[in-house]
Each structure stands twice: as C-alpha cells, then as structure tokens.
Antibody, heavy 120, light 106 residues
Framework: EVQLVESGGGLVQPGGSLRLSCAAS????????MSWVRQVPGKGLEWVSA????????YYADSVKGRFTISRDNSKSMLYLQMSSLRAEDTAVYYC?????????????WGQGTLVTVSS | DIQMTQSPSTLSASVGDRVTITCRAS??????LAWHQQKPGKAPKLLIY???TLESGVPSRFSGSGSGTEFTLTISSLQPDDFATYYC????????FGQGTKVEIK
C-alpha cells in the first residue's frame, strides 16, 4: 500500500521560512515524479510545485516561484519543500502527491496533508 | 497555462439522482484529464484518469467522458457516500485543477 506522510507544518511569522517533508513508502520512489499541492481551508486545490523522478526537472506555480524550492532524496524516499519569504496567503494545508509517471502524469496518491499557518 | 472551469460550483441532489459535472479547458488537451473526490477534512482521492478510465476500487456508478476541451463526470445513481467536492485536473501541460464542484444533499 502506498503511503505518503507529510510533516513540518506549523505556525510561522510573515517573512519566515519552513521546510516540509514527505516520507513515501510502498512504492519505488525513484520511478515517480512528485508534487506539492495546497489548499486554503474552505477553498479549492492549487498545484504548487513538481519534481521529476530523476531529480532533473522542477516546476513551480507563479505564486511561489523564487520563494519555494522543491527537492527529493531518492535514497531515503523523501520529498521536501523549502518555503521562504512566507506570506499570509501561503497559509494552507499542503499535500504531498505522487504522480503516475516519471514526469507529467496525473496525481494518483495523496498524503494526509500538513497545515502551514503564516501569521504574526 | 491551461485554465480549467468546472460547472456548477454547487449541486444539490438526492440519493438515487443522476448527477453530471462539467469541466472545460481553455485549450485542447486530448484526454489528459483526471477527476478527484474530496470529503471534508480528508485528502482528495483519485476517481478517474485519462478522461474515462476508472481507478481500481472506484464504484462503477462513476464514469467520465470527453476529449479536447469539454469533459464530464457522471454519477449514475447518487449514494450517501458520494456527497463530497469533486475536482478535475488537467495534466496535458503541467497541472491545473478546476475550482471544484460541491455535491450537497437536497
């Protein structure tokens, strides 16, 4: 069974930084692209960032470009999202998501999410 | 960027009703479309991919159709467990979600 478990969320002040982690199990992690998707409470889903299986391609939504960095460690089956210069509008539940192929493909598995709150 | 527009935003229906949700893309994307279901406080769950392929374990009352720019998700006979929010997701050019359709009890 595929499991994605996020951690690292919490309360951070505007302008601050936070690193989210996602531990994957039940899959050959290095075969799949991975993404971060966020959801403001009560609102819709917003895709944030993705990284290819081989770690050679990354993509970011315009809303986070230049502030967030996605990375992965295939040897540990871990996905990360380094978030800096955080703003109130970054407050959301952040989901780790597996895609169906090494790059591109649809989201076929979701973590349970971790809440990030940006507030003074 | 491909924009995805779902309609309606909210749908009121009764158990046993046939329900249809539409998703329109801002440009043609073949059949690179998935549908996800989300219940309150839970992570989304994949229902359908490649516009019409049912994910393993998903009940057959769910079906998807369409290609190009217009897609539909149909629930043939709404069950109590189906009251949730549904999102379309394009994966033709990176990824974009529709704004969601909440299916609520009439």
């Amino acid at each position: 069974e595929v499991q994605l478990v996020e951690s690292g969320g919490g309360l951070v002040q505007p302008g601050g930084s936070l690193r989210l982690s996602c531990a994957a199990s039940g899959i050959t992690f290095s075969n799949y692209a991975m993404s971060w998707v966020r959801q403001v409470p009560g609102k819709g889903l917003e895709w944030v960032s993705a990284i290819s299986a081989r770690n050679d391609s990354t993509y970011y939504a315009d809303s986070v470009k230049g502030r967030f960095t996605i990375s992965r460690d295939n040897s540990k089956s871990m996905l990360y999202l380094q978030m800096s210069s955080l703003r109130a509008e970054d407050t959301a539940v952040y989901y780790c998501a597996k895609t169906s192929s090494g790059w591109g493909g649809f989201t076929d598995c979701w973590g349970q999410g971790t809440l990030v709150t940006v507030s003074s | 960027d491909i924009q995805m527009t779902q309609s309606p935003s909210t749908l009121s229906a009764s158990v046993g009703d046939r329900v249809t949700i539409t998703c329109r893309a801002s440009q043609s994307m073949s059949t690179w479309l998935a549908w996800h279901q989300q219940k309150p406080g839970k992570a989304p769950k994949l229902l359908i991919y490649k516009a019409s392929t049912l994910e393993s374990g998903v009940p057959s009352r769910f079906s998807g159709s369409g290609s190009g720019t217009e897609f539909t998700l149909t629930i043939s006979s709404l069950q109590p467990d189906d009251f949730a929010t549904y999102y379309c997701q394009q994966y033709h050019s990176y990824w974009t979600f529709g704004q969601g359709t909440k299916v609520e009890i009439k």
